[in-house]
């Protein structure tokens, strides 16, 4: 279960973990005198336009996305009471488009010994007959972690309004000896094969990550195997963890239970200790109810993210409605903890994407869902743009702190490139982020966006690109910038970065940004790399926000074509 603000790694390894008897429970920071401190009012200025997120106080996980007869279902970790981490229940809203919501009542909260020290995260498995089952992790009066189920009411209701946790079943899944009870949880969505159905809990062994497999004749009775279905040494705890299949070709997504010679599967982990969701391609040997990772992929630390930035405890689902498989990810506050109480709320969701293999094979592609696209308003457009040495265009004539802007750059030589110098790391592209930022002056680059800009450029978050080259290609750099975004004090502004992929034999390179206020969600390369930012301007805010497109690399740089559109606010949808 993820519950902490996000750290950088360095501050989390000293962070000391809330212990019970001992044990560690969940890595979470706990202000008891602040769980259930009701916000009396809300501070609107840095709260997004777009974004999902309640109307006050503390979410972190998105649990259960599901589709269900017409109805996007959401169900996400939240507390009632305060804004802070605490309290927590099932919070449930329900959606037709996943842009338009509707809030519900609480699907689960705690209630039976088996869950009354916490109802945490989990999944959701559509039965045969159209019967909808969650699974989630309840915390016992012990403090042990164990697995439990909930089903709807009523299915006649549209909406599953109200959940029920059977009786006598519960729970259905209990740590056995040698299983670290505190470290025991998350359970993903089922998926059927030979005569059984397959679930993954995550858990730990020491400092080795594990992916514990269960299976199920009825969904009720659950069984360990002999073997986890993965594991990996030296990543600690796997949290989250979610597995599905893709196919090797196209965006269509599969259902959970889909196999075959066109189909490779992910395994992603949400690893405690540096707070980052990773993945791997590999195959599902069936026949051993393994994972095996490619090769050609770090199992770890080191390897693929989903986001380079601000993004947490995700969770996909299998859209049967537009046939794709949707990314929910939890974007947490990098401002302080009174910072959170003062202004009534903290916690964001990133907006749904699709995911799909890229043709390449080596990693994922991700986009916003099309649905967002119907909230776009006031369109500005810049075309053939040049762009040279210090050069700042304004996008003008659009609400700048609450937009969708795509861009593709063009780079008419490659001449110049500056050589990537030996001593840097290729996994460690925040650090050579850092060491470059936005004005140190390269070659090609730094070139991209100045988002949530101030008038004078006292504030901005810079979205870049720089580009090296080594003695076998060239490298590409994307990086998000927050350390410029704010003159506030006491702000966590990390300098984001994750390389990208890209062939430059057109000598283009595209990047979208989402920008909502206190957030800036970027794509790039058509969604090769992806890093999302928490930000919070004092200048740059609503009309006062500016949008520029920027270069401070000694090569020109051409704006080939820019569409930048204000966003609407979603409605509630009745």
């Given at each position: ?17 809330a ?45 259960a996305?599901m ?19 605490g ?49 989630y ?34 729970p259905v899944?209990?740590?056995e000896?040698?299983?670290n ?21 995550g858990?730990k062994r ?23 279905l ?20 196209g965006?269509?997504?599969l ?11 992910i395994?992603?982990?949400?690893l ?38 601000n ?5 996909t689902?299998?859209?049967p409605?537009k ?6 990810g ?16 903290a ?6 994407r ?7 094979q ?15 308003g ?49 996994t ?20 991209g ?13 810079p ?17 998000s ?40 969600e ?49 409605l509630?949808?009745?």
């Amino acid at each position: 279960m993820a519950v902490s603000k996000l750290l950088s790694l360095t501050l989390f390894i000293t962070f000391l973990c809330a212990v019970n008897n001992g044990r560690v429970e969940a890595t979470h920071e706990i202000y008891p005198q602040f769980q259930s401190l009701s916000a009396v009012s809300v501070h609107q200025l840095h709260r997004t336009a777009f974004h999902f997120q309640p109307p006050k106080n503390w979410i972190n996980d998105p649990n259960a996305p599901m589709y269900y007869n017409g109805i996007y279902h959401f169900f996400y970790q939240y507390n009632p009471k305060g804004a802070v981490w605490g309290n927590i229940v099932w919070a449930h809203s329900v959606s037709k488009d996943m842009i338009n919501w509707k809030a519900l009542e609480p699907a689960i909260y705690p209630s039976h010994r088996f869950d009354r020290k916490g109802a945490w995260s989990g999944s959701a498995t559509i039965l045969p007959g159209n019967k909808p089952v969650i699974l989630y992790t309840g915390v016992d009066p012990n403090d042990r972690q164990v697995q439990n189920s909930a089903v709807p009411a009523n299915l006649s209701d549209p909406y599953l309004r109200k959940w029920i946790k059977p009786a006598g079943l519960n729970p259905v899944v209990d740590p056995e000896a040698g299983v670290n009870a505190s470290a025991f949880r998350d359970p993903t969505t089922a998926w059927w094969l030979s005569g059984h159905w397959r679930m993954v809990v995550g858990s730990k062994r020491n400092h080795r990550g594990m992916a514990y497999l269960y299976r199920s004749r009825d969904f009720i009775h659950w069984i360990k195997a002999k073997h986890p279905l993965h594991s990996a040494p030296r990543t600690g705890m796997w949290e989250c963890p979610d597995f599905y299949p893709i196919l090797l070709s196209g965006k269509q997504g599969l259902d959970t239970s889909v196999l075959g010679k066109q189909v490779k599967h992910i395994l992603k982990v949400s690893l405690d200790v540096t707070r980052y969701d990773y993945y791997t391609v590999g195959t599902y040997l069936t026949d051993e109810d393994r994972y095996v990772p490619d090769n050609t992929f770090i199992d770890g630390w080191a390897g693929l993210r989903y986001d380079y930035g601000n993004f947490y405890a995700s969770k996909t689902f299998f859209d049967p409605a537009k046939k794709r498989r949707i990314l929910w990810g939890w974007v947490n506050e990098s401002d302080t903890t009174s910072d959170d109480v003062r202004k009534g709320w903290a916690g964001i969701q990133a907006i749904p994407r699709i995911v799909w293999l890229d043709p390449n094979q080596r990693q994922l592609m991700q986009w916003p869902i099309q649905e967002l696209e119907t909230l776009r308003g006031t369109n500005v457009k810049m075309n053939h743009q040049m762009l040279k040495t210090g050069d700042h265009i304004e996008v003008k004539g659009i609400s700048a702190a609450q937009a969708d802007v795509d861009v593709t750059f063009y780079i008419p030589s490659l001449d110049k490139v500056e050589a990537f110098n030996l001593g840097w790391s290729l996994t460690d592209a925040q650090l050579l982020c850092a060491k470059k930022g936005s004005k140190v002056q390269g070659g090609i680059g730094p070139f991209g966006l100045l988002a949530l800009a101030s008038e004078n450029l006292e504030e901005y978050t810079p979205v870049f690109f720089r580009i090296f080259k080594s003695s076998q290609k060239h490298i590409v750099l994307l990086c998000s910038d927050a350390r410029s975004s704010s003159l506030k004090d006491g702000l966590y502004k990390p300098s984001f970065a994750g390389f990208v992929d890209v062939d430059l034999t057109d000598k283009k390179l595209s990047l979208r940004s989402l920008i909502d206020h206190s957030v800036v969600e970027s794509f790039g390369a058509g969604g090769k790399t992806c890093i999302t930012s928490r930000v919070y301007p004092t200048l740059a805010v609503l009309e006062n926000a500016h949008l520029y497109a920027f270069n401070n690399g000694t090569e020109t740089i051409i704006v080939e074509n820019l569409n930048a559109w204000s966003m609407k606010k979603p409605l509630r949808m009745n």
